[in-house]
């Protein structure tokens, strides 16, 4: 070997040496602050599953919490990123209530010249997000909710016409798509004031968008690693990251939608009136510039929160209820009997009154809640109460919803379905931070009203007229999609539909 090739072997193992103390030398902050966690691989951290798409990180997180049944805080890395995993129900209600301000910040990374659409108050930083969600807020209010439910009832109407027609053809019915048509519509009609005809249409382009914004595979997975890991390549390569079909849809819908009332004086009573309202009165937001896309991504946010959140909750109930048929048919006689009450009509008072309903409905958050974790990142540095542990400004922090969810101390056989875990005695008995499907504190779910509203229509409608069943295509156990960003099934839940009399 010459000299020359000598030294430059030595300057490369210089360089991997230097690339690899760079990845480890942050490996002793958890130790140093005697906070417990696994152990860290170079390069990867505690995640590599994960990073791999090999495991979800609901079921990480859950695993971990499991590992350290007894402690409130668990470090772990992301890569060679500290990141908190809480446990403890009082620490996170510091973290999400009482001491909100500085963990404002969700933590999540956005680039909103390739993804303009994520200028969401989900996405926004903190100085963006308090003035837009104090003015959306109101959406989403009581009375508001009646306001527009008249149009969630159109909706359901068409979903009921809708299932008659696929029982006649085949009793056999993937739900996840029959749910998602029928949210696409609703979100459709009440956050873009249009007919999405998803539920009429073989080829709606709504439902194509959505089913794009929601796929899974595998360029989208490298793609989100890429933004995840590499940020700095979205500026590098923005035209390979930004879509244009998914972009310009909502966009341009957006603006065709108020060009239109604005001409025509139209008024629906619903969210794109409220945008439209904030648009013209924009002091009432501040420093923020609401242009096109601003006002379009919080119709985005709709659209995508309550179309999949709700037609995943709709469909895991079924899936449930179709292995539970005394449960099946309890939560049938009291919708039965709240529509004889109302004449055979759904009134916003009647999804109210259905109290089993809300039981049903809160046990399949339980057991399926569709942000698995929630994150937020440290605007100072925080000093836990009672500890010694300081977390730094930008830490990021993780509280395992999923794993809380099925933690058998707090629910005694977490895997069986059992809605009376909701009765008011034994939701008296837990933490409120026991039960974090929507979130909790100022920056929880803002639509959490309407998509449970929207998820118990649904729900009456199937089960006034069906009994759903499981049939050979139905999967038992349960097996969710490690690389989905909410949790979601592989391969679609298949039950059988069953035309059934209704006593109302």
């Known amino acids: 070997m010459s000299w020359g090739s000598f030294e430059l072997l030595i300057g490369v193992c210089l360089l991997l040496l230097a690339i690899y103390h760079y990845y480890v030398a942050n490996y002793n902050f958890w130790s140093s602050q005697k906070v417990p966690g696994p152990k860290p691989l170079p390069f990867f951290g505690n995640v590599k599953d994960v990073i791999l798409g090999k495991m979800s990180l609901g079921d990480y997180l859950t695993k971990i919490y499991n590992d350290y049944v007894d402690e409130p805080i668990i ?11 809480v446990k403890d129900p009082e620490l996170i209600k510091d973290v999400l209530i009482k001491d909100f301000a500085a963990f404002a910040d969700r933590g999540l990374s956005r680039n909103y010249k390739v993804e303009p659409l994520l200028k969401t108050l989900f996405f926004l930083e903190p100085n963006g997000w308090r003035p837009l969600r104090s003015n959306l807020s109101p959406t989403f209010t009581s009375g508001k909710l009646k306001d527009m439910f008249y149009l969630l009832i159109e909706c359901a109407d068409h979903l009921e016409q809708y299932l008659a027609k696929c029982v006649e053809r085949d009793p056999v019915i993937e739900c996840c798509e029959l749910t998602a048509k029928f949210t696409t519509d609703v979100i459709g009609s009440c956050a873009f004031g249009l007919k999405m005809n998803a539920l009429t249409e073989e080829e709606s382009q709504f439902r194509a968008i959505g089913r794009k914004v929601f796929r899974t595979n595998g360029m989208k997975f490298v793609k989100s690693r890429i933004k995840e890991y590499l940020p700095f390549m979205l500026n590098w390569f923005p035209a390979f990251f930004y879509d244009h ?3 310009d849809f909502f966009i341009n819908t957006m603006r065709q939608t108020m060009e239109y009332r604005k001409k025509n004086k139209v008024r629906r009573a619903d969210f794109v009136d409220l945008l439209m309202e904030l648009r013209e009165n924009p002091q009432k937001v501040g420093d923020i510039e609401l242009d096109d896309v601003l006002i379009t991504s919080q119709a985005f946010l709709f659209f995508v929160a309550g179309f999949e959140t709700s037609s995943s ?22 919708i039965h009997e709240e529509l004889k009450r109302c004449d055979g009509q759904i009134k916003y008072d ?8 809300d039981k049903v ?6 057991k399926y809640p569709p942000l698995t974790s929630l994150m937020r990142r440290s605007t100072k540095p925080y000093t836990f109460y009672g500890t010694k542990v300081t977390l730094p400004a ?10 809380i969810h099925r933690d058998p101390q707090i629910y005694p056989e977490p895997e069986i379905f059992d809605p009376e875990r909701f009765s008011k005695e034994n939701k008296n008995t837990r933490h409120s931070s026991h039960y974090l499907p929507f979130g909790d504190g100022p920056r929880n779910c803002i639509a959490m009203r309407f998509a449970i509203i929207q998820s118990k229509v649904g729900l009456v409608k199937i089960l006034n007229n069906y009994r759903v069943e499981v049939c050979d295509k139905t999967l038992i156990p349960y097996r969710k999609n490690p690389r989905a960003f909410l949790l979601a099934p592989l391969g679609g839940i298949h039950l059988k ?3 059934i009399e209704s006593d109302s």
């Open 394 to 403: 930008h830490t990021r922090l993780l509280i395992p919803v999923f794993a």
């Open 350 to 357: 009647s999804i109210k009154n259905m109290s089993y309903m």
């Open 313 to 334: 909750t709709i469909s895991n109930a079924l899936y449930e209820l179709a292995q539970h048929q005394p449960i099946q048919d309890k939560l049938r006689r009291e």
């Open 245 to 247: 079909e998914v972009n």
């Open 75 to 85: 470090g772990i890395y992301d890569r060679r990123k500290p990141i908190c995993v």
């Open 497 to 499: 539909f069953t035309r």
């Open 361 to 366: 409905f809160n046990e399949t958050l339980r």
